[in-house]
């Protein structure tokens, strides 16, 4: 088997005509496929470059939201979402975009994380300022569904000795 990219991940809006709004005109991203569910739902396709889509279900009677079980609570405060569940989706952009892209989301009324924020391999995990350790530059938002997003700009590429942790787990030691 070899996979060669992500070619959509799916998702449930409450609102679809809210869902389209903001996809196409606060993040651009051209609404490319509609489907009518036979059930009464619909199904939608986002392009978000690369190949890629993100999907959206939306059903008549679909279930309420979930934060702090399917979906995140508060970034960062409370970020952990349950086994199974999307914690958040992150969109590449260029990193020289990424202020501007921050003005653009709070100018629009979005809920955004007030700041870039440049993660390392720090105890913490993040850096007040970009030095050469910060491999992902970011920033968080969500949707009008409660999807915690990120735009992401990886700064350097990664090498083997980026991968210097052993899994954790139940199973990990078994």
Sequence with gaps: MKITGVNHLALVCRDMGETVRFYTEVLGMPLVKTVALPDGGQHFFFDCGGGSCLAFFWWP???AAAPGIASVRSFPADSKTAVGSMNHVA???D????EACLQRLQAAGV???PMVVSHDDSPMGVAREPHPGVFVRSVYFTDPNGIMMELAAFTRDFAAADVAHEPAGVTAHA
Excluded at 95 to 98: S, V
């Design 61 to 63: 009677t679909t279930p």
């Design 91 to 93: 969109f590449t952009v």
């Design 95 to 98: 990193e020289a975009d990424l």
């Design 111 to 113: 809920p955004a994380f």
